[in-house]
C-alpha cells in the first residue's frame, strides 16, 4: 500500500474560504519554567466531539486559546477526556465541535484549509464510503455562506496513527524536559514513514508526531481519482 500526503489543489480556479474555526479549544499553556516550550498548536481538531453538555463556566474557557497555568490546562483537559475519543490526543490548543464562522467562494468536492483541516461535500463521502474508502467519520459545519447555492460541507475527524521512520528524523531532538516532559523536535524537510506503524483500515488520517501532515492511503487516492473528485493534491511519500 501507498501513502500519500494531502494538500490543498492550488492550481484550481477554486476560490473557497472559510473564515471560521472549531467552536470549542483547550487553552495553550504558558512556557514550562525549565524548557520554556509553551503555547499551544492549533491543528488536533475533533469537529464531532460535542462539549455542549458541560457547564456554561467551563464552556467560557473552552473558547479563548490564551494560554493558561499548566495545571488549569490540565483541569479542563481532564473535563474534555470522558466526551473525547479514547484514541484522541489532548494537547494545548486542541479543537472541538463544528467549525463555525462564515465562508465564501467556489469549493472543490473536497476543501483543505491550512494543510491541517479536510473538508469535503456530503455527497462525496457518500461516494468514497461506497467506493470502499475507510474509517471516514466527518461532521457538518456551522458555516454562514454567502450566494446561492451554498455548499453542504463537512470536516473529517481525523486518527492519529504513523511514526517517523528512524532514519529519517531531523537531527535535532532534545531528551524529554525533565518537568514538563515535552521535547523540541525538529520537523524533516523529507518524511520517512515507518512502515510497521500505518493503519491497515483507516485511509485517511493526521501523522501522530506531525499534526499538520494529512495523510490518505493508495486506496483513497484511486478512489479520488476514479471518482474525478477535486480540490487537493497527492505527493507520495516514502515508507520504509
Ligand atoms: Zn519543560
Redesign the pocket.
Known sequence: MKFYKVDEDTSLSVTGQLDAVNKWCLPGVEP?P??R?GGGAPWLAYPCVDLSGLPPEVLRKLKDPWPVPFEEFARLRELVRPLAPPWALLEPGTQFGPCTGKGSGRFGALFMQDSSALFLRREVLDRLRAEGVMGLQACPIDVRFRGANPPELLQLQLELHGLLHSTGRAPLRSAP?A??G?RSEAWPEHLILDAASLPLDVDVFRHREGWATLIVTERFVDAVRRLGLDGVAFLELEVR
Open positions: 514550562c525549565v524548557c516550550l524536559c518537568a514538563c515535552r
